[in-house]
């Protein structure tokens, strides 16, 4: 059996971050690594380390074979293609149709917490793909991702501008990670993988409320941030008001819901296992993004 690895999705944060573990963290032999990507050209870095480059697009079903013909393993890193037409698990469908007439040894999946209940909305194509990737009969991990740390970029600079933050959270909690933690936890189980099947729910070690949140950021940069607590519908009023293109607006409501209704709180000891180190704190990571997030 080939011990190759390929990542799709390799021009990506999470993609690039996971090779860059395989050889640096777990040091895997750069020839058992295959970046796989739309443009290859992206890639001429990992190239230049030995890395194998293939092009790899979820709309090719045919080019999706060939790119996995004689791979050991395939990581298949959920694609971004969010249009409320289907696209996304489609895609991921027919990678994994691929992967297996390819005669591919192992498949792993980037998914979420708790797909099979999450209110997130686009959690039935992590489920629908979850579903697939068993019915093939091939030996699989699957990574549930926790909210990476990153995200709250998406919420605090303007919170911090206005002084409050909307949310129809309530109480719910969130146990962020940072990315790079969570492409450390997948390369160390792409490169020790257990005999059989696995599937990993990747946390960081505490889970917070927003208020929780919103008193640590006040205590690092000095400014006040009240948190408004609102109904979903006046969540999306608000977001409607404001700007946000309407097409979006269920989909970062569903977040809050999400958090609410206790989808995305869980914590487990998985990332800090899987990547043999400790996991950057939540504290950590405002003060060291004090200046950012504060504008």
Known sequence: MSDT???????????????????DSQGVAPSRI?????????????????????????????????AFAGVGTVLIVSTDALDGAGTRLRQHKAAVAAAKKAGVARLAYTSLPVPETSKVSFAPDHLGTEETIKATGIPYLLFRDSWYLEN????????????????????????????????????????????????????????????QIA??????????????HLTDEQLAGGMKAAGVPEAIIPTLVSFDTATRTGGLGAVTGDTAKLSGRKLQTLRDFLAANKAALAG
């Open 215 to 228: 008193a640590l950021v006040s205590e690092i940069t000095g400014k006040p941030l009240q948190v408004v």
């Open 152 to 211: 709250l970029f998406m919420s605090l600079p303007n919170a911090l501008k206005s002084g409050q933050w909307y949310t129809s959270a309530a109480d719910g909690k969130t146990s962020f990670v940072a990315r790079d933690d969570i492409a450390a936890a997948i390369a160390g189980a792409l490169a020790n993988p257990p005999a059989g099947n696995a599937t990993y729910t990747l946390t960081g070690d505490e889970a917070y409320t927003n208020d």
């Open 34 to 66: 295959i970046a796989g990507t739309r443009n290859t050209d992206k890639l001429s870095a990992l190239a230049a380390k030995g890395v194998a480059l293939r092009k790899v697009d979820f709309d090719d079903a045919a080019g999706l074979e060939k």
């Open 5 to 23: 690895i390929l990542i799709t999705g390799a021009s990506g944060h999470l993609g690039q971050a996971v090779i860059t573990h395989l050889l």
